[in-house]
């Protein structure tokens, strides 16, 4: 996760109300977005629907694997559903980290690069409660070749 991003605090700020998490989160200028079980967004921040070139309504409506987005590795390969860093995380119940996603922009008509970065917040029950992800727009260092 981002050095300058506390994964304890953004938890703690989570669970305490949205006004918290949105104070906490939003003046970010990394993206964050927070997903449930299912990988589906249930909260973000501006940052996050912005690298996207989308409004939060339409940002909240898609899931991370939505073939819209046209995933690719670094490599120019296409994201399998079992590659998106969110799925492994609720597959492993382990953070991955640094994954580098070219995320096609339809609405802007181009490609963002991202650094993406993933860790599971577990119940009580040590299941998943939901998943942090944050998202670092890599597109000036990044050669798409």
């Not at 964050?32 to 079980?37: A, D, E, F, I």
């Not at 590795?73 to 991955?96: C, M, Q, W």
Request: proline fraction near 5%; charged fraction near 20%.
């Amino acid at each position: 996760m981002d050095a300058h991003l506390d994964i304890d605090k953004l938890n703690d700020a989570y669970l305490e109300d949205e006004e918290s998490y949105q104070g906490f989160v939003e003046p970010l200028d990394i993206g964050v977005g927070v997903y449930n079980s299912n990988a589906s967004p249930i909260a973000c921040n501006s940052a996050a629907y912005n690298l996207l070139g989308l409004s939060k309504e339409q940002f909240m409506g898609n899931t991370a694997m939505d073939p819209y987005w046209k995933v690719t590795h670094a490599d120019g390969s296409k994201f399998e559903i079992y590659d998106f860093p969110i799925i492994e995380v609720i597959t492993n119940y382990k953070p991955k980290l640094g994954v580098i996603m070219g995320v096609s922009r339809p609405l802007l008509n181009d490609k963002v690069w991202l650094e993406v970065n993933t860790h599971p917040i577990l119940n009580s029950n040590s299941t998943i409660a939901h998943v942090f992800c944050t998202y670092k727009d890599i597109t000036d260092q990044f050669i798409d070749y």
